[in-house]
């Protein structure tokens, strides 16, 4: 069996950026992970949402619902069979499950997809492990592992174990994908076209209100489209509009703006163009006055998002690296400086003090 | 536990407590059990007296014997057909009493025969023994290492066994430690325990380090010995490399040219720049990588990290001792820097 590790997964430190490089090393076009902090929220901006991460602190629990095994052929499901790589599986359940043609897996996916079209779920599982360059993408984004260690084999109590639960819409139908149960598991329906959001929102906090009362760190991911792309296309859409209306506009400076009338929001193409072919000059002041403004807002927007995903790509690089040596550099640095003794001095000084005050009050409690 | 027996005669224990305000003076009772003595040579190098239960040969006690540093004599208990003897240590009010079980006429050269061979331990098993002792397995023995431990200073004062040079050396030796990388242990193992030992490092620890059939050294079974060992000890034990290490006293010093491109070369390939390094100096990967570093001093990977940047172990042979891995490494990384300086002066 290949060689897998575990890609370190802290909640709330940087997962959805280890995890958006790791999609589109895979080959997937424009499709980013984000996290969310809530599922209260608007996020109207981050639709359409192709799946939901759920990511937490595995520990055995009681579970009664029914699983539908075979519910659903095309429904790609695989049991989780490679320990550790269970991040990859849960995305690669929302990857392989996508119905929209807006999005392109790339190649490899697609590919794959194919030739375990028809195995049945735990062959799938397998076929996982074997996919090369999923697997070396996964590991690309391990921590150095700088010493060998027999004992760390198992996850011991003290250990982060850390689980992977999908949620996506699949043909009118939201799914639970769970690797480690034996299939998916159905939560309800969705009208064709319908926001799936809330219809799986209320299981989701379900969950969260029960890991919350228990402490369970969770963290809760959205794959959608990448943000930086989705910007950039406004942002194109605005300018094209615009440079549309300057033309239309152009001679006519004396023309007052209708500033009763609506500008057409960017997503309304067919009113934009109604709005063209009517000719209503104020009116196009007024649209034109609203595009410039919009592009206003979106270009630092855009900046942000360009920024958020080099800091990533940062955190990604310091990640993968091994920091021992640096850290064996700088104590000869400092042992080259004859700074080193009294740096000693100074924590076992340290040390001593705390532990002197912890025993006072220890020592005050007690009495 | 795998070791060698050189030499065994049948005996049984006695236990013995000091009287009350009569040193010198023991109360002792014996121990009706049938056993057995054994002088026998450890996996790590050291030689051993082991009293064990027969038939069974569970171990009841374990003790490491050193040359010139212990007797073993007949007492003049008053009674006539008593045969008590006294095994006492040197530097130690340690006592242990053994009565004979074996042939009378047999007693005088058993003792006689452990004696020499407490200071001069036999090659190869004697008499009825040749031949294959056990099975030397590759895994250092915790067991003998916890013993050296207990000898060398778990509760302080009276029980401590004092080491000298020599004595320092041939349990260093045992545990793979003299002479820098390189040279294979000077104590000759006995050609029996050479052929069955599994004398690669079998432990966890890959280091490609010099110690082909070198046992590696267990410095975690040391933290587990000294568990037990009194405050003053603990003390002494060098903190955790993040505990040491602050960004404050190195950043100053990135004034200075050869020092930042010294440690920048160290940074991610396309991130070596003085602002990453800057960042990297306070990052919490570093700190991260420091927390790793100290555990692992203290583990089976004490070994591969001190080959891994050119240290030499013996630098820090006093620390070991004490079972300070990350004491050992830090004098071993002084000494080596200061040897750089002087070649730069």
Redo the contacts between chains.
């Keep these: 069996m290949a060689d897998w590790c575990t890609i370190e997964s802290d909640p709330g430190r940087g997962a959805a950026g280890v995890f958006t490089e790791l999609i589109q090393k895979i080959g997937v076009k424009n499709i980013q992970v984000e996290e969310l902090y809530s599922l209260d929220d608007d996020f109207s901006d981050m639709k359409p949402m192709y799946g939901l991460i759920f990511l937490f602190k595995w520990r055995p629990e009681e579970d009664d619902r029914p699983v539908n095994v075979g519910c659903d052929e095309e429904l790609f499901f695989a049991r989780q069979m490679i320990t550790n790589a269970c991040a990859t599986q849960a995305l690669l359940s929302i990857l392989l499950n996508i119905q929209s043609d807006e999005v392109d897996i790339g190649p490899s996916l697609r590919s794959f997809k194919e030739f375990v079209g028809v195995m049945p779920p735990d062959m799938r599982g397998e076929a996982i492990s074997n996919l090369d360059n999923v697997r070396l993408a996964h590991n690309s984004f391990n921590r150095p592992e700088p010493f060998f260690s027999d004992k760390k084999q198992y996850a011991g109590p003290d250990d982060d174990v850390f689980h992977f639960i999908a949620y996506i819409p699949f043909k009118n139908k939201i799914y639970e994908l769970d690797g480690l149960k034996a299939g998916p598991i159905c939560l309800g329906e969705v009208e064709e076209g319908a926001d799936w959001i809330p219809a799986v929102a209320p299981h989701i906090q379900q969950r969260i209100a029960r890991y919350a009362a228990s402490e369970i760190r969770f963290n809760l991911m959205a794959v959608i489209k990448d943000q930086r792309v989705v910007l950039q296309d406004k942002i194109d859409e605005c300018e094209t509009r615009t440079q549309t209306l300057e033309a239309m506009l152009d001679g006519h400076d004396d023309v007052t703006a209708d500033d009763s009338f609506t500008p057409v929001p960017l997503e309304d193409t067919e009113g934009f163009e109604q709005l063209v072919y009517s000719n209503d000059l104020p009116s196009l002041k007024t649209q034109l006055r609203a595009e410039r403004v919009r592009k206003m807002e979106l270009v630092p927007t855009l900046e942000e998002k360009e920024s958020k995903f080099a800091k990533w790509h940062s955190e990604n690089i310091r990640r993968r690296h091994n920091y021992i040596p640096l850290c064996v550099a700088i104590l000869k640095t400092l042992a080259k400086e004859k700074r080193l003794e009294p740096m000693i001095d100074d924590a076992r000084q340290r040390l001593g003090d705390r532990a002197r005050q912890q025993q006072q009050n220890k020592d005050k409690t007690s009495s | 536990m795998a070791s060698v027996t050189l030499f065994e005669f049948k005996a049984g224990m006695l236990n013995a407590t000091e009287k009350r305000g009569a040193e010198g003076v023991w109360k002792v009772e014996a121990d009706p059990r049938k056993g057995q003595l054994c002088l026998t040579r450890g996996n790590e190098g050291a030689i051993h007296l082991v009293w064990k239960l027969r038939p069974s040969g569970q171990v009841e006690e374990d003790l490491l014997v050193f040359p010139e540093s212990q007797t073993f004599t007949k007492v003049n208990t008053g009674r006539r057909d008593d045969r008590v003897y006294l095994l006492q240590f040197n530097n130690s009010r340690r006592r242990n009493f053994f009565w004979m079980q074996g042939k009378k006429e047999d007693d005088e050269d058993n003792a006689r025969k452990l004696n020499e061979y407490m200071s001069n331990p036999p090659a190869a098993p004697v008499g009825s023994l040749g031949g294959a002792g056990g099975t030397a397995s590759g895994a250092p023995d915790q067991h003998a290492m916890m013993q050296l431990l207990s000898q060398f200073g778990a509760g302080g004062g009276n029980g401590r066994q004092q080491l000298d040079e020599s004595q320092l050396q041939s349990v260093l030796q045992g545990f793979g430690m003299t002479g820098g990388s390189g040279s294979a242990p000077a104590a000759p193992a006995p050609p029996a325990a050479s052929t069955t030992a599994a004398s690669t490092s079998g432990a966890?620890?890959?280091a490609p380090a010099a110690s082909g059939t070198q046992q590696q050294f267990t410095a975690e079974d040391l933290q587990r010995a000294l568990a037990g060992v009194s405050g003053a000890m603990q003390?002494q034990r060098?903190?955790p490399?993040n505990?040491?290490?602050?960004a404050s006293?190195?950043l100053p010093?990135l004034e200075d040219p050869a020092?930042r491109d010294?440690?920048m070369q160290?940074?991610?390939e396309?991130?070596q720049t003085d602002q990453e390094l800057r960042y990297?100096?306070s990052?919490p990967?570093?700190r991260?990588?420091?927390a790793?570093?100290s555990?692992?001093l203290q583990?089976?990977?004490f070994n591969?990290?001190m080959t891994n940047?050119g240290l030499d172990p013996m630098a820090g042979a006093a620390e070991l001792q004490r079972g300070d891995g990350i004491g050992a490494f830090?004098r071993a990384?002084?000494a080596?820097?200061?040897e750089?300086?002087d070649l730069y002066d």
């Excluded at chain 2, 505990?243 to 602050?246: C, G, K, L, Q």
């Design positions: 966890s620890t890959d003390q060098t903190p490399l505990e040491i290490y602050r006293e190195l010093m020092i010294e440690l160290f940074l991610p396309d991130r990297s100096l990052s990967q570093v991260q990588a420091f790793m570093l555990h692992a583990s089976d990977n591969s990290v940047f830090l990384l002084q080596k820097a200061d750089e300086s």
